[in-house]
C-alpha cells in the first residue's frame, strides 16, 4: 500500500527542498529521506536534502505521524533516531502537539523504539499551558527510556513486532 502525497507538498518538496521529481508517495519520501542519511558526511556543512525536507511536512500532521510510523522499523542506527527525533517527530509535537498527543501516546504504549526516539525530542522554549501539558504527556511517554535513551548513547531498540 502506498500513501499519495498531496500535490501542493509535492511541489513543495521539489521546490524547497529539491527533491527528486519522482517523490510522489510518503513511501518514496521515506526511502530517499533514509537514503540520504545513510550517505557519509559530506564535505560540506550545507544541510542535507533528508534534513530539509523533513521542514516542508510541518503543514501536513498526519502525513509526519504516518512518515515516523513508516520509518520507525526501518531504522538501523541510533544516528537515524536521532535524526527522526530532531525533524520529524519533533516538528509534529512543537507545531501540533494537542492535535498528535493521543496518537503519539497509543503509538508509544505499543512501541519501545518510539518511546527510544522520544528521548531525543527538544521543545521549543516558549510553550503556552496548552503545549506545556502535551510536553508533560511526552515525559511521561518517554520516562523509563531516558536512562538507556538517544541523549545517553543507548542502542536502538529492534523494530516493534508487527501487529497480528
Known amino acids: 500500500?502506498?500513501?499519495?502525497?498531496?500535490?501542493?507538498?509535492?511541489?513543495?518538496?521539489?521546490?524547497a527542498a529539491t527533491a527528486p521529481d519522482d517523490i510522489v508517495t510518503l513511501e518514496a519520501l521515506l526511502a530517499c529521506w533514509l537514503e540520504d542519511l545513510r550517505k557519509p558526511l559530506a564535505e560540506t556543512e550545507e544541510a542535507s536534502w533528508a534534513e530539509l525536507c523533513v521542514f516542508e511536512l510541518t503543514d501536513y500532521p498526519e502525513h509526519i505521524l504516518q512518515f515516523i510510523e513508516l520509518a520507525l522499523p526501518r531504522l538501523s542506527a541510533p544516528a537515524e533516531a536521532v535524526m527522526l527525533a530532531a525533524g520529524p517527530?519533533?516538528?509534529?509535537?512543537?507545531?501540533?502537539?494537542?492535535?498528535?498527543?493521543?496518537?503519539?501516546?497509543?503509538?508509544?504504549?505499543?512501541s519501545p523504539r518510539l518511546r527510544f526516539v522520544l528521548t531525543g525530542v527538544e521543545f521549543a522554549e516558549t510553550a503556552d499551558a496548552a503545549q506545556s501539558h502535551v510536553i508533560e504527556r511526552i515525559a511521561s511517554l518517554?520516562?523509563?527510556?531516558?536512562?538507556?535513551?538517544?541523549t545517553r548513547g543507548g542502542p536502538?531498540?529492534?523494530?516493534?513486532?508487527?501487529?497480528?
Do not use: F, K, S
Open 156 to 164: 536502538l531498540p529492534p523494530p516493534d513486532p508487527r501487529p497480528a
Open 1 to 15: 500500500m502506498t500513501t499519495p502525497l498531496p500535490p501542493d507538498l509535492v511541489t513543495r518538496l521539489c521546490d
Open 89 to 110: 517527530l519533533e516538528d509534529v509535537i512543537n507545531a501540533h502537539g494537542l492535535l498528535v498527543i493521543e496518537r503519539l501516546e497509543a503509538l508509544a504504549a505499543q
Open 142 to 150: 518517554r520516562a523509563e527510556a531516558m536512562a538507556q535513551g538517544l
